[in-house]
């Protein structure tokens, strides 16, 4: 197999990268229809049907061109000169570029990386009509974009278990490289798979058995694709159409509750049993998750956001199995060794390895084997959903597939071989991303991806997104994305994700990326990592010594520096990571958040506040709750633990942006210290609503991920009993974090849509030399601002062991009292009642110990600037 480290450009020009002396010699481009090119150096080229010359192209590049393949480096830019026709021809076969000398022997030869030129040739696919099956009345349509292909073949199915009739043959538009086909009469229910004749790199010409890239619907365990109308009136619950989804006026006005289906009920014993684990869990009126939905709602929980639940590759969708876990010793390895023993076969994934991008997961629905059921039960998940009031989000993984090759698994691989993935230098996937890398940059891979947000917007009524490793993506695709999906719904659906910089893609290589640094002024949103790791210290990948010396801000620490930094970057997420908003920093210098390191990156980098997420959990690394057994003091009781867990908590509801909550994070959630419990199964990812069972002490976390900590893992779990918080501790921190939700939601103080508002109106006493950095204060100006609720906010967070007080001589004589949270009968923390004080002659503040607080002047206080 020869190296694909040739890359088409356009339909003519080819790029050979590398130094090579050309100076006698020539290149040429062969072809074989049936793959039988044998090229070895010191001899001829054999086994062709067509040899090209290939020469040399000296003139610039496009600029188009030249941006787009920069990342390629300097070589041998060649043209090969043929009609259209003939370039289409070639890609249909095996081709070859051959650097050889004028006898015709071979110096060098590589196979070709196919994506600039198939961009080129089919730029109409593009836009071309809708891909996938679609029925009517009068007949189905079939459309599939396979332009290197040498023929495709539709296999129609009856039913799920009859044989195919006779394969019809499929007609392939030269224009666009689709493939089309049309069956008289109403096919629904009909289950399909393509054959598809095409030349695989390495294995030769191969016809391949496959699903549909655009399925809307499947059998069971994927085997076959499904034809659905969508729209069809037996595919909608009641009331579907006419249902009205919870409106949503600013996207800072989002808080987020990210959580996993099966999470959501498999545990809840008053759930039927039936229904646990699956979509219809959500319609269990009187369950101990829909009780606990309703008072994150209540609190001002604004989306479900749930983690992925489109066609997931690892989830047997029938027969998956449970694992029997030994009652064994907290700080046992037997629980996770039977875990791990069958967790390629249990029910449990996170998901985060899409099959069929467009077809929700069969695992979830009530009976795999009927494709219709998990369409019906989906949408009657989202309705129930918009029910209780809560807008619906969706965790998404466009940035890579399952598998790639020839792979059973592999679906957009062997319809278009070599184009739908990123390929290294060499034509290897590119894997940075833990699984085989999509190629968004390519047109079609973008279409898809932006076709199939498209689809849960308009046939889903899907609210919001989250993008798994967005930063692999092209900000322009992602615009391109946002401007589809709010034409599909009519309204703004609002787009989050992880803008991480890393991989083969890093710092712009190959296109301008959807990270961190390249979103600002798009409305798209990104993670902030900055206070997070402020708040949790250290970073999400910390192992060995780190895991324990790496205190956060919360963690009651006393290296004074550190506190110092940390109280800075605590501000700066409170203050919406806003690149230019301008803070007096610990050494009393005024700089924009732009200016103030993080990580050797600028904190601040975001425009507006609704491109910023703030958050100190979700389903990635450790638990805070786990990170705090870590982290926190060894004689830290429960009531210390649910402080700590409260006063994390509080950075996030007293920031600018979007607030982001992991499931469960309101409960002290463990996971037994689990840092990845992506394939932990039910055992390490259960959630008990009701507070009566905690996570921590479930043995050691399994080993693949873990193992190499457990000698500092195994005497925390160990002393598990002592750890372990009993019911009424969780439940108190459930209902300080709620109160926390409530004060948020209580004022637009906290939910600013604008940067120059943020700028005007949102100050930090104690800020600068002489701060006390374990107390970290905000002020928010609410006079002229309309529906502000109160003239002036004034938070106040104290991680210190004992009572701190501020002293703001500015804030003076303006009628100073609690929030009316903390002072209701039925306020969660009394602390701030029993024990806050205000001088307000002084402007003086007093804050308790470990206590996160809101001191408000009323409207009727105040008058206006």
Known sequence: MHAARAHWLDRRLVLWPGRMSTEGTRFRLYHAANATLDARPGRPVAGFDRRLDALQHDAPLPAPLATRFAFIGAGATLAVAA???????????????????????????????????????????????????????????????????????????????????????????????????????????????????????GTGIVRNRVTDPYSVALDADSRRSVVFDLDAPTLKPDGWDAHTTPALAASTDMVAYELHVRDFSRDDARVPEAQRGRYTAFEAQDSHGIRHLRRLRAAGVTDVHLLPVFDIATVPETGCVTPDVPDAAPDSAAQQAAVMAVAARDCFNWGYDPLHFNVPEGSYASDAADPAARILEFRRMVQALHGLGLRVGMDVVYNHTSASGQHPQSVLDRIVPGYYHRLDADGRVETSTCCDNTATEHAMMARLMIDSAALWVRHYRIDSFRFDLMGHQPRDAMR??????????????????????????????????????RLGGTGIATFSDRARDAVRGGGPSDRGDALRGERGWIHGHDDAALLRRQADLVRVGLAGTLRDYRLVTHDGVERALSEIDYAGMPAGYAAAPGEVVNYV??????????????????????????????????????????????????????????????????????????????????????????????????????????????????????????????????????????????????????????????????????????????????????????????????????????????LAADAADPRPRDLARIDDRRGRFTVPPRTALVFVVPERAAGTR
Not at 158 to 183: C, V
């Open 83 to 201: 009609d259209d026709a003939e370039l289409a021809a070639l890609h249909r076969g095996q081709l070859l570029l051959v650097h050889e000398d004028t006898r015709g022997d071979v110096l060098d030869a590589t196979a070709l990386q196919v994506a600039g030129a198939l961009d080129d040739l089919y730029a109409a696919a593009v836009d071309a009509p809708v891909l996938g099956a679609m029925p009517t009345a009068a007949d189905t349509r079939f459309a599939v974009w396979a332009p290197s292909a040498q023929s495709l073949a539709l296999c129609l199915y009856p039913d799920a278990d009859a044989g195919a009739a006779a394969p019809e043959t499929l007609q392939r538009d030269a224009d666009t490289g689709i493939w089309h086909g049309r069956l008289p009469g109403d096919r629904s229910g009909a289950r399909y798979l393509y054959l598809v004749d095409v030349f695989v790199p």
């Open 480 to 517: 391109a994305l946002q401007a589809r999906v709010d034409a599909e719904a009519g309204r703004p659906v609002h787009l989050m994700g992880e803008g991480w910089n890393f991989g083969e893609v890093a710092d712009d290589a190959r296109f301008v990326q959807a990270t961190q640094a």
């Open 617 to 822: 959990e979700n389903h990635d690394n450790h638990t805070l709750f786990d990170i705090g057994v870590l982290r926190l003091p060894d004689d830290a009781d429960p009531t210390a633990r649910a402080h700590a867990q409260v006063l994390a908590l509080a950075t996030t509801a007293f920031s600018q942006g979007i607030a982001y909550l992991h499931a469960g994070v309101e409960l002290m959630r463990s996971k037994s210290l689990d840092r990845n419990s992506f394939d932990s199964g039910d055992w390490f990812n259960r959630i008990d609503w009701s507070g009566a069972t905690h996570g921590f002490g479930h043995g050691l976390p399994p080993a693949p991920d873990n193992a190499a900590d457990w000698p500092q893992l195994q005497p925390l779990l160990a002393d598990a009993a002592r750890i372990r918080p009993p019911r009424d501790a969780v439940l108190q921190a459930r209902d300080m974090s709620l109160d926390l939700l409530r004060i948020r939601a209580s004022t637009r103080l906290f939910r600013l849509e604008r940067a120059d508002d943020i700028q005007a109106r949102l100050t930090f006493p104690g800020s600068g030399t002489g701060g006390d950095p374990q107390l970290v204060a905000g002020h928010l100006d609410g006079r002229d601002l309309d529906d502000a609720g109160f003239s002036e906010v004034l938070y106040a967070i104290n991680v210190g062991d004992d009572a701190r007080t501020l002293d703001a001589p500015a804030l003076a004589g303006r009628g100073w009292r609690l929030h009316p949270v903390h």
